[in-house]
């Protein structure tokens, strides 16, 4: 892709394992981007609280938006965390915005690139799980069973927007349990592109602040740490 090199586009040691080449394909697709104040959405609903503390009337503005569940893959064949990529307006948005802000030119669409765990929003009506499970499927092409992902946590996401609720799974896969491409569903818009990141260098990965990531995937990459760390008990 013009302007990234081999090492910028793979960092610590990052290969493709799914949907190689996804990320320079959707750049291309790319045209114009811009704001325009929000519409009705299917997914998020504006609105402001209105409550009393101390006597004092007070007032917060809340995005309210749907649960959302992530899961924490291991790929046990590759002994690395699988990750992620794929394009988000917001964080190009907010990257121009900080650009604009200090004088600078927008930046490139490759800006908008984030590393995520492979999650999706609880729009079904079926158990928490099974929602996991098929989003595994769908963005990653791994089948995994529901009752194989293992609950890790769940805590409340953009507490000062929102507070939906987000759960996380963990699971391992390997090679026969690819069941298809992954990659998203295209007919919303998604090329998801899915990375293998080599365990060793996850804390790399994690204290690189320019390398922009969810914050699920830096708990998961956390928890996983500290999973290992305590199967190999002390040296």
Same mark, same amino acid.
């Given at each position: ?18 949907? *190689? ?28 609280? %209105?409550? *009393? %503390? ?14 959302? +569940?992530? +899961? ?13 990529? /794929? ?8 990257? $121009? $915005? ?31 799980? /099974? +929602? ?11 089948? +995994? ?12 996401? @953009?507490?000062?927007? @929102?507070?939906? $609720? ?8 390997? *090679? @026969? ?25 996850? $804390? ?9 990531? @969810? ?9 996983? /740490?500290?999973?290992?760390?305590? /199967?190999?008990?002390?040296?």
């Amino acid at each position: 892709m013009a302007g990234l090199s081999k090492e910028e586009m793979y960092p610590y040691g990052l290969r493709p394992v799914q949907g *190689e080449g996804k990320m320079e394909a959707t750049v291309e697709r790319l045209g114009k981007i811009s704001t325009a104040p929000m519409q009705e959405s299917r997914f998020v609903k504006t609105h402001s609280i %209105l409550y *009393e %503390l101390d006597g004092k009337e007070r007032r917060w503005d809340m995005v309210i938006s749907m649960p959302s +569940v992530g +899961v924490l893959l291991y790929h046990k064949d590759l002994k690395a965390m699988l990750v992620v990529r /794929q394009f988000r307006a917001t964080v190009w948005c907010s990257r $121009q $915005q900080e650009a604009a802000a200090e004088g600078r030119a927008d930046p490139p669409h490759a800006a908008g690139f984030t590393y995520e765990l492979c999650a999706g929003l609880v729009d079904k009506e079926k158990p928490l799980p /099974q +929602v996991a499970a098929e989003e595994v499927e769908e963005e990653c092409g791994f089948k +995994v069973a529901a009752e194989a992902l293992q609950l890790v946590t769940g805590y409340r996401s @953009s507490v000062g927007t @929102s507070g939906s $609720q987000h759960t996380l799974f963990f699971a391992e896969v390997g *090679e @026969s349990d690819r069941s298809g491409a992954g990659g998203g569903l295209t007919d919303d818009g998604e090329a998801i592109e899915v990375l293998a990141l080599p365990l060793d260098r996850c $804390q790399d990965f994690i204290a690189d602040v320019h390398i922009p990531k @969810s914050a699920a995937l830096v708990l998961g990459m956390l928890w996983l /740490q500290a999973r290992i760390n305590a /199967q190999q008990g002390p040296s």
